[in-house]
């Protein structure tokens, strides 16, 4: 059970929660079994027992049967102890998941037990489901054992045992169950309604020490962690912002800025997250607040994940600050090694104020004569350690802020990043045309290359996008190759040129046709999603994505916000075979529908689940037992308002009130484990 299913203690078999559960005083006859049906509970006479097949696909079959019809047992595992407990003339009950085999009802590795007219019915309580692998299964360790062990645990403990963690006034507030109540009703609930009320009041639980650890960790950071103190703002910001900025600020942009100041002026250190949508200025943002750390005499860092990222962010940020006396280097794997030498000694004498580059900028060998600020661009393609790396680069930590361009749905924000404080930009800049999505199926690919072919004759740029589950994945490169070739015959050269780029090229390779196609002199990039971040042409108008039906949807939103970059008309158009699941065709329907990021975020959590989005997985923050965070949202919001109240009355968590929180918080001590850059 320890390797399988984590189960070491009793307090982890009390929180292996029933599937579901079922009522089991009912016995369904087979006869009455319909398609339709999801589970089975039959009872009748054991007819028969065969094995079937050899090797790997040897299975066990049996045939159950009862006044009204057979239905089929089937085991694929565990077959030597099945033969062993079942005797075929004897009565069983049995229960599982229906599947139909040729039109006939079929159930496969069911739990059975023998049966007698005690246990046909009259049970208390509705009949709780678990989960089990099949490899526990084949030691007899299935559902109804986990019931078993379950119910005598449960029997052999008292409330004292299960004492209640949460303060009475939040429990009289929202009628909440108490815990040990919770926990005998989640398991075997007299009724339907009692079992609501268990989950509800144990998801409560599970979302209030969430967000109670990670609201300790900001309240110890605002309170204790000592920062640098950027108290004015110079000539530095003040001639840029007046003389060289070429565009207003958008209202978004001024808010964020403003926080930020307030942040650098505290005497605490800033660790804030900032998420704003594609293009909707995010590294402006990063530079006035750089201006400002060097106006204070500070220098600043910017860590992008991708060369061809760091690269971008150099050119962007050296043609902003072109005029002013502000010295900028550029380091990454690449950098030949006397640049290297020039840049470290620039770093460490003061003389470069802002680096740019990738994970090489937190090298122990780049030392700062004072970093005053660092900023992790796409924060998530970090690892924490990686990133906690910046906060040695001086003797008081520098102030950070993580930004990125995937749109983090709130309730998502609040679990897996809540220790941060949270900045979002949600207003794009002025100029911006929304992009128009379109959904095509492989019949009209002549018609989608002739428009692409439309928009190049107009002087326009197109990308061509490939999927690349992995990067050594030898069918995907050879689908590449092959979707090269025929974007050729479309395109022939010498009228079109084409770039292409992807993982397995040699750096320098893929940099030369990246800058090709920025420069203008191809007309397509036929890409993997290496181009998913980095790439600024405002000269390309059109996306086509191939086997658009393979990408999730936060990856299909960053990928279309490559184009639309300029003031031309822009166009996605998301390429697909004709059988889809329905899974995809919402997906599609959904980029289609919108440009908002944050809705597209949304609709992703709802449809993956938060496990599955990029870079909560190492958050450690999205580990619950019970609790869906977007079905969940209501709980969570009250969850969290109670928190903050909680906290700003008693920050110690020192009332009598508040004891018994802080006692269970103390006993869970050893399963907080989020970094301090989340």
Same mark, same amino acid.
Request: net charge positive.
């Given at each position: 059970? !320890?390797?399988?299913?984590?189960?070491?203690?009793?307090?982890?078999?009390?929180?292996?929660?029933?599937?579901?559960?079922?009522?089991?005083?009912?016995?369904?006859?087979?006869?009455?079994?319909?398609?339709?049906?999801?589970?089975?509970?039959?009872?009748?006479?054991?007819?028969?027992?065969?094995?079937?097949?050899?090797?790997?696909?040897?299975?066990?079959?049996?045939?159950?049967?009862?006044?009204?019809?057979?239905?089929?047992?089937?085991?694929?595992?565990?077959?030597?102890?099945?033969?062993?407990?079942?005797?075929?003339?004897?009565?069983?009950?049995?229960?599982?998941?229906?599947?139909?085999?040729?039109?006939?009802?079929?159930? @496969?590795?069911?739990?059975?037990?023998? *049966?007698?007219?005690?246990?046909?019915?009259?049970?208390?309580?509705?009949?709780?489901?678990?989960?089990?692998?099949?490899?526990?299964?084949?030691?007899?360790?299935?559902?109804?054992?986990?019931?078993?062990?379950?119910?005598?645990?449960?029997?052999?403990?008292?409330?004292?045992?299960?004492?209640?963690?949460?303060?009475?006034?939040?429990?009289?507030?929202?009628?909440?169950?108490? !815990? *040990?109540?919770?926990?005998?009703?989640?398991?075997?609930?007299?009724?339907?309604?009692?079992?609501?009320?268990?989950?509800?009041?144990?998801?409560?639980?599970?979302?209030?020490?969430?967000?109670?650890?990670?609201?300790?960790?900001?309240?110890?950071?605002?309170?204790?962690?000592?920062?640098?103190?950027?108290?004015? &703002?110079?000539?530095?910001?003040?001639?840029?912002?007046?003389?060289?900025?070429?565009?207003?600020?958008?209202?978004?942009?001024?808010?964020?800025?403003?926080?930020?100041? %307030?942040?650098?002026?505290?005497? %605490?250190?800033?660790?804030?997250?900032?998420?704003?949508?594609?293009?909707?200025?995010?590294?402006?943002?990063?530079?006035?607040?750089?201006?400002?750390?060097?106006?204070?005499?500070?220098?600043?860092?910017?860590?992008?994940?991708?060369?061809?990222?760091?690269?971008?962010?150099?050119?962007?940020?050296?043609?902003?600050? %072109?005029?002013?006396?502000?010295?900028?280097?550029?380091?990454?794997?690449?950098?030949?090694?006397?640049?290297?030498?020039?840049?470290?000694?620039?770093?460490?004498?003061?003389?470069?104020?802002?680096?740019?580059?990738?994970?090489?900028?937190?090298?122990?060998?780049?030392?700062?004569?004072?970093?005053?600020?660092?900023?992790?661009?796409?924060?998530?393609?970090?690892?924490? @350690?990686?990133?906690?790396?910046?906060?040695?680069?001086?003797?008081?930590?520098?102030?950070?802020?993580?930004? /990125?361009?995937?749109?983090?749905?709130?309730?998502?924000?609040?679990?897996?990043?809540?220790?941060?404080?949270?900045?979002?930009?949600?207003?794009?800049?002025?100029?911006?045309?929304?992009?128009?999505?379109?959904? !095509?199926?492989?019949?009209?690919?002549?018609?989608?290359?002739?428009?692409?072919?439309?928009?190049?004759?107009?002087?326009?740029?197109?990308?061509?996008?490939?999927?690349?589950?992995?990067?050594?994945?030898?069918?995907? *490169?050879?689908?590449?190759? %092959?979707?090269?070739?025929?974007?050729?015959?479309?395109?022939?050269?010498?009228? *079109?040129?084409?770039?292409?780029?992807?993982?397995?090229?040699?750096?320098?390779?893929?940099?030369?046709?990246?800058?090709?196609?920025?420069?203008?002199?191809?007309?397509?990039?036929?890409?993997?999603? &290496?181009?998913?971040?980095?790439?600024?042409?405002?000269?390309?108008?059109?996306?086509?994505?191939?086997?658009?039906?393979?990408?999730?949807?936060?990856?299909?939103?960053?990928?279309?916000?490559?184009?639309?970059?300029?003031?031309?008309?822009?166009?996605?158009?998301?390429? /697909?075979?004709?059988?889809?699941?329905?899974?995809?065709?919402?997906?599609?329907?959904?980029?289609?529908?919108?440009?908002?990021?944050?809705?597209?975020?949304?609709?992703?959590?709802?449809?993956?689940?938060?496990?599955?989005?990029?870079?909560?997985?190492?958050?450690?923050?999205?580990?619950?037992?019970?609790?869906?965070? &977007?079905?969940?949202?209501?709980?969570?919001?009250?969850?969290?308002?109670?928190?903050?109240?909680?906290?700003?009355?008693?920050?110690?968590?020192?009332?009598?009130?508040?004891?018994?929180?802080?006692?269970?918080?103390?006993?869970?001590?050893?399963? /907080?484990?989020?970094?301090?850059? @989340?």
């Amino acid at each position: 059970m !320890r390797k399988e299913l984590s189960i070491h203690n009793f307090k982890d078999l009390l929180e292996h929660f029933p599937l579901r559960h079922i009522d089991k005083t009912n016995v369904d006859k087979i006869g009455s079994i319909r398609l339709n049906d999801e589970y089975a509970y039959v009872a009748g006479t054991l007819v028969d027992m065969t094995l079937v097949g050899e090797g790997r696909s040897k299975r066990l079959v049996a045939h159950l049967k009862d006044g009204t019809g057979i239905i089929e047992l089937v085991w694929f595992q565990g077959i030597n102890w099945v033969q062993k407990m079942l005797q075929p003339g004897h009565l069983y009950l049995a229960f599982g998941r229906l599947g139909f085999f040729m039109g006939k009802p079929q159930i @496969a590795h069911p739990d059975i037990e023998p *049966y007698t007219a005690q246990k046909a019915g009259g049970k208390e309580h509705l009949e709780p489901i678990y989960s089990s692998t099949e490899k526990l299964k084949a030691k007899g360790l299935n559902g109804a054992a986990f019931a078993k062990f379950t119910a005598e645990l449960l029997h052999k403990i008292a409330a004292k045992d299960l004492p209640e963690n949460l303060p009475a006034a939040i429990l009289q507030h929202y009628k909440l169950m108490p !815990r *040990y109540d919770a926990y005998q009703q989640i398991h075997f609930p007299s009724s339907e309604k009692n079992y609501r009320q268990a989950i509800r009041r144990l998801k409560f639980e599970e979302l209030f020490f969430a967000q109670l650890r990670i609201n300790l960790i900001k309240l110890e950071r605002h309170r204790f962690s000592k920062g640098w103190s950027f108290d004015k &703002v110079g000539d530095l910001f003040n001639d840029f912002y007046k003389n060289h900025l070429a565009f207003e600020l958008t209202n978004a942009q001024k808010k964020v800025l403003k926080e930020i100041r %307030k942040d650098f002026g505290s005497g %605490k250190q800033m660790n804030r997250l900032l998420q704003g949508d594609v293009g909707s200025g995010k590294t402006m943002v990063a530079l006035l607040s750089m201006l400002i750390a060097a106006d204070n005499g500070f220098q600043s860092v910017l860590m992008a994940p991708t060369e061809i990222l760091a690269q971008q962010h150099f050119n962007s940020i050296s043609d902003y600050v %072109k005029d002013l006396p502000v010295k900028i280097g550029l380091l990454t794997g690449s950098t030949p090694a006397k640049k290297r030498r020039q840049l470290m000694e620039g770093c460490a004498d003061g003389s470069i104020q802002i680096l740019l580059g990738t994970h090489a900028v937190i090298e122990e060998k780049v030392q700062f004569s004072n970093l005053g600020f660092a900023v992790v661009d796409e924060q998530h393609k970090f690892g924490v @350690a990686q990133r906690a790396k910046l906060w040695k680069k001086n003797t008081l930590p520098p102030h950070i802020l993580v930004m /990125t361009a995937t749109p983090i749905p709130r309730t998502l924000a609040l679990t897996a990043y809540g220790d941060l404080d949270y900045s979002v930009m949600d207003e794009l800049p002025p100029g911006r045309k929304p992009i128009s999505t379109f959904h !095509r199926n492989e019949s009209s690919r002549p018609a989608v290359m002739d428009f692409i072919k439309e928009e190049i004759k107009a002087g326009r740029q197109a990308y061509i996008i490939y999927p690349l589950i992995e990067e050594s994945s030898k069918v995907d *490169y050879e689908n590449l190759m %092959k979707g090269y070739e025929e974007v050729k015959s479309f395109f022939p050269e010498p009228k *079109y040129w084409i770039s292409m780029v992807h993982g397995r090229q040699q750096p320098e390779i893929k940099e030369t046709n990246m800058q090709r196609f920025v420069s203008g002199d191809t007309q397509i990039m036929v890409s993997t999603t &290496v181009i998913e971040v980095g790439v600024n042409v405002p000269n390309a108008s059109v996306m086509a994505i191939e086997s658009a039906e393979k990408f999730g949807l936060s990856q299909l939103h960053q990928l279309r916000g490559r184009v639309g970059r300029g003031a031309e008309k822009s166009y996605c158009i998301l390429l /697909t075979g004709n059988k889809l699941s329905r899974d995809a065709r919402e997906r599609l329907k959904i980029m289609e529908q919108t440009n908002d990021g944050f809705k597209v975020a949304e609709k992703d959590l709802e449809i993956r689940g938060p496990g599955e989005i990029e870079g909560t997985r190492q958050s450690g923050a999205l580990n619950f037992k019970l609790v869906n965070i &977007v079905a969940d949202k209501a709980i969570l919001e009250a969850a969290r308002n109670e928190v903050e109240k909680l906290l700003e009355n008693d920050p110690d968590l020192s009332m009598a009130e508040n004891l018994l929180v802080k006692t269970y918080l103390q006993q869970q001590q050893h399963k /907080t484990g989020w970094g301090k850059i @989340a």
